[in-house]
C-alpha cells in the first residue's frame, strides 16, 4: 500500500508540474486501501478545484489515470483513493448527514426510500453510514443511474436490488 502511495505521488508530482499547480500531497493508508490527497500549499488557494471539475467528474477521470499509472509500475490493480482540495472528504461529510436523514425518514414512515444515483465511492459511504444507524441498504440499477435503497426496519430486499 505505501508503494501504491508513492507511486501515485510521484506521477501527481509531475502532473502539479505539468499543469503549473501548486499543491501537497499527503499520503495515507485508510480502511486497507492507499489513500492520496492534493491539497493547497496556501490556504484558500482556488486553483486546485480544476482538478475537481463539475461534481467531481475531473476528480474521477484523475483518479483512474492515477490507478493505471499505478498498475503499470506494479502489475497489479489498486483500489487507491484520490481526494484533491478536500472535494471527496466535504462529500463524504454531506453524504453521510444525507443518509442519517433518509434513515429517519424510513424509520418514520416504515417504507424503503431510493436516493438519487451516485457514483460507486459516494454508494460506498452511504451503506457505511446506513449500516451505523442500525438499517440495512443495497443497491440497485446501472451505471450511471445505480442508486442506493434504503430498506425499512425488519425488510430483507427490494425487489430487482443487489449488492
Do not use: W
Request: charged share 30%; glycine share 8%.
Amino acid at each position: 500500500m505505501e508503494e501504491e502511495g508513492d507511486i501515485a505521488a510521484d506521477y501527481l508530482e509531475e502532473l502539479l508540474d505539468i499543469a503549473d499547480l501548486d499543491g501537497d500531497i499527503d499520503i495515507d493508508i485508510d480502511n486497507g486501501r492507499a489513500s492520496v490527497a492534493v491539497v493547497a500549499d496556501q490556504a484558500g488557494t482556488p486553483a486546485l478545484k480544476r482538478l475537481v471539475g463539475a461534481d467531481g467528474e475531473v476528480l474521477d477521470a484523475l483518479q483512474e489515470l492515477t490507478r493505471l499509472a499505478v498498475q503499470a509500475q506494479t502489475g497489479d490493480r489498486t483500489r487507491l483513493l484520490l481526494d484533491v482540495a478536500g472535494h471527496r472528504a466535504a462529500r463524504r461529510t454531506a453524504l453521510v448527514a444525507l443518509a442519517k436523514e433518509v434513515c429517519a425518514r424510513v424509520r418514520a414512515s416504515g417504507e424503503p426510500e431510493r436516493m438519487e444515483p451516485m457514483a460507486a465511492f459516494e454508494r460506498k459511504v452511504v451503506h457505511d453510514a446506513v449500516a451505523t444507524e442500525g438499517l440495512t441498504s443495497e443497491s440497485e440499477g446501472q451505471e450511471p443511474q445505480r442508486r442506493v435503497v434504503v430498506l425499512a426496519p425488519g425488510a430483507d430486499t427490494v425487489e430487482g436490488a443487489a449488492d
